[in-house]
């Protein structure tokens, strides 16, 4: 009954995550932060990773979140997915949500369960009319049940589907248009796609509705390749940006202004300095956004 | 569409869904197989990081093989993967190769109750004190009842679970695993006291005791079946080790016979 006056109630309006770098916060990074005390605009957390009861993850995230902005960015609620949204995890996330007030929160454009099954990865969706009103039922019922706006970020994907009939950008043009949620720009995504799939990636973010860009993410990626031989860039997380992608942030900043910009981490984790070295690497490129681009979102 | 999709992934051998293409006509099978490595390995890793000293057991190479025929028979079911691994003691209790090694299925139940205490529900344990006033008041200590933390949980062993998974945080694994008769019975007490979850080896009477308190027996029926299991049995002590564990919640009195 509870969660369900979480969806119904008023719905306040949440402060924004401030346009400067945040880091994805890491258990091993716990003490330090509290420790140290970095200068950082926000910290981002998977949301599964705190659907437990009590313990640890809980007992840090409560004093980090006192201390910082925070974004609860979702990886398991299977929005591409074919089959119906889980209630039971969309009210898992609605007592996360209430009970942290995170400034931002997101999810993927992918599917992750199927028939029970949860596979644990950020699968593929074919971009054709069936997938996209599925698509925007799904977010529809996610912000009116959470109450929110919600940032829908864009994939990075080893293959396309033969059924596709809309481009990557025009779909997400239409899911953005249709249920008003926002946009996650990940770059790293959009460099990972782009060689994947033999795209020009400064094109593609130029055909996105970066009107409505709230966050952006950066990450490193790991290269191998396809059956000819061709590059396939793997979405790893396991690396430091790659200046590609910093190059193409930087080609995104002009566009939609300075924004909210996490650098994820999610392997290889190292010391917690190296990943705020490269969050100030990002805040000086948003501090060096023109002023035109900032009152252009503003 | 995701049901062929979500097939492939899981199968045994390397297979391909229909209707994939690129846009540099490359086969999509070897696009495909990211997917398939990102989930077995993303899943595979995840056994890995809840079950370590049952890697440590059979080693790296053996573990993962193992982990990899579980993880394509039984994916999980839900997104929250902190508690992925239930069910994986009873497929190693039940994987021919892991035969050998009769203890592996009950350290690996060893392991997923340390992971179940570590993201288990907060809750303040009780002061010694109050221990103490409880125990100067002779009429009302057997009638007394004692909530036990939600991370707590016992485990009995034909096998040497707690000496065996101990050796393993040890700093010379190898030395103190020397040590370990695995065939010698031994019982598991697994709580959390703040953060960290602790393993306690119990003797039969206070493993007798926890379980029975476990049940909501009182504490006067929780030390008479103790003293059954075993005439050593020692009270006094076995409080202090609850206490010490922060194993205890709360203490309830009724007078009154509850049912």
Same mark, same amino acid.
């Given at each position: 009954m509870t969660v369900h006056a979480i969806g119904a109630g008023p719905v306040p309006q949440p402060r924004s995550l401030p346009a400067r770098a945040g880091i994805g916060l890491k258990p091993e990074h716990f003490r330090e932060i509290l420790d140290t005390a970095p200068d950082l605009g926000f910290f981002e957390v998977h949301a599964e990773n705190y659907m437990v009861d009590g313990g640890s993850f809980h007992h840090y995230l409560t004093r980090i979140r006192e201390r910082y902005p925070l974004s609860i960015h979702g990886v398991g609620l299977s929005i591409g997915g074919e089959g119906p949204l889980d209630?039971?995890?969309?009210?898992?996330?609605?007592?996360?949500?209430?009970?942290?007030?995170?400034?931002?929160? &997101?999810?993927?454009?992918?599917?992750?369960?199927?028939?029970? &099954?949860?596979?644990?990865?950020?699968?593929?969706?074919?971009?054709?009319?069936?997938?996209?009103?599925?698509?925007?039922?799904?977010?529809?019922?996610?912000?009116?049940?959470?109450?929110?706006?919600?940032?829908?970020?864009?994939?990075?994907?080893?293959?396309?589907? !033969?059924a596709s009939t809309l481009s990557e950008a025009e779909f997400i043009g239409e899911v953005v248009r249709r249920t008003g949620c926002g946009l996650l720009l990940d770059v790293n995504n959009v460099h990972v796609s782009c060689i994947n799939h033999g795209r020009d990636a400064r094109r593609f973010i130029g055909a996105l509705p970066l009107d409505a860009v709230g966050q952006i993410?950066?990450?490193?990626?790991?290269?191998?390749?396809?059956?000819?031989?061709?590059?396939?860039?793997?979405?790893?997380?396991?690396?430091?940006?790659?200046?590609?992608v910093w190059q193409l942030y930087a080609f995104a900043l002009d566009r939609v202004g300075a924004i909210p910009t996490l650098i994820e981490r999610d392997n290889d984790i190292p010391p917690l300095p190296v990943l705020l070295a490269e969050a100030r690497h990002a805040e000086r490129m948003l501090e060096r956004v023109p002023a035109e681009a900032e009152s252009a979102v503003a | 569409m995701n049901a062929d999709f979500a097939a492939a992934l899981l199968a045994a051998a390397p297979a391909c869904p229909p209707g994939l293409v690129s846009w540099n006509g490359s086969d999509p099978a070897a696009r495909f197989a990211v997917y398939r490595n990102n989930v077995i390995v993303g899943l595979v890793d995840a056994l890995a990081d809840s079950f370590p000293v049952s890697q440590?057991?059979?080693?790296?190479?053996?573990?993962?093989?193992?982990?990899?025929?579980?993880?394509?028979?039984?994916?999980?079911?839900?997104?929250?993967?902190?508690?992925?691994?239930?069910?994986?003691?009873?497929?190693?209790?039940?994987?021919?190769?892991?035969?050998?090694?009769?203890?592996?299925?009950?350290?690996?139940?060893?392991?997923?109750?340390?992971?179940?205490?570590?993201?288990?529900?907060?809750?303040?344990?009780?002061?010694?004190?109050?221990?103490?006033?409880?125990?100067?008041?002779?009429?009302?200590?057997?009638?007394?009842?004692?909530?036990?933390?939600?991370?707590?949980?016992?485990?009995?062993?034909r096998h040497a679970i707690v000496s065996l998974w101990a050796a393993h945080?040890?700093?010379?694994?190898?030395?103190?695993?020397?040590?370990?008769?695995?065939?010698?019975?031994?019982?598991?007490?697994?709580?959390?006291?703040?953060?960290?979850?602790?393993?306690?080896?119990?003797? !039969?009477?206070?493993?007798?005791?926890?379980?029975?308190?476990?049940?909501?027996?009182?504490?006067?029926?929780?030390?008479?079946? !103790?003293?059954?299991?075993? !005439?050593?049995?020692?009270?006094?002590?076995?409080?202090?080790?609850?206490?010490?564990?922060?194993?205890?919640?709360?203490?309830?009195?009724?007078?009154s016979a509850e049912s």
């Open positions: 209630q039971a995890h969309l009210d898992r996330l609605a007592v996360l949500l209430a009970r942290y007030e995170p400034e931002s929160f &997101s999810e993927h454009l992918a599917w992750s369960s199927h028939g029970g &099954s949860f596979l644990n990865d950020l699968l593929p969706v074919p971009y054709d009319a069936a997938t996209l009103a599925r698509v925007c039922d799904h977010i529809d019922r996610v912000q009116e049940y959470l109450g929110r706006r919600m940032l829908l970020e864009n994939p990075a994907t080893y293959v396309e589907f !033969a993410h950066l990450a490193g990626f790991a290269v191998d390749c396809d059956a000819t031989g061709a590059p396939l860039l793997i979405d790893s997380h396991g690396t430091p940006v790659a200046e590609a | 440590a057991l059979v080693g790296e190479e053996f573990f993962r093989a193992m982990a990899r025929e579980f993880v394509c028979a039984s994916p999980p079911c839900s997104p929250v993967m902190a508690l992925y691994g239930e069910g994986y003691p009873e497929f190693i209790e039940t994987f021919p190769p892991a035969t050998g090694l009769p203890y592996l299925a009950d350290v690996a139940r060893l392991e997923l109750l340390r992971v179940q205490a570590w993201h288990a529900a907060d809750a303040d344990a009780i002061k010694e004190a109050d221990v103490a006033t409880l125990v100067a008041d002779p009429e009302s200590l057997p009638e007394a009842r004692f909530t036990l933390h939600p991370s707590l949980s016992l485990l009995a062993s945080q040890a700093e010379s694994a190898a030395t103190a695993l020397a040590a370990v008769d695995p065939a010698l019975a031994e019982t598991a007490l697994v709580c959390r006291k703040g953060l960290e979850v602790e393993i306690y080896r119990l003797a !039969a009477g206070p493993a007798a005791f926890i379980a029975l308190l476990q049940q909501a027996a009182s504490f006067g029926e929780a030390v008479a079946g !103790a003293f059954a299991a075993d !005439a050593q049995f020692d009270p006094p002590a076995t409080l202090a080790l609850l206490l010490r564990a922060g194993a205890i919640t709360g203490i309830t009195i009724s007078r």
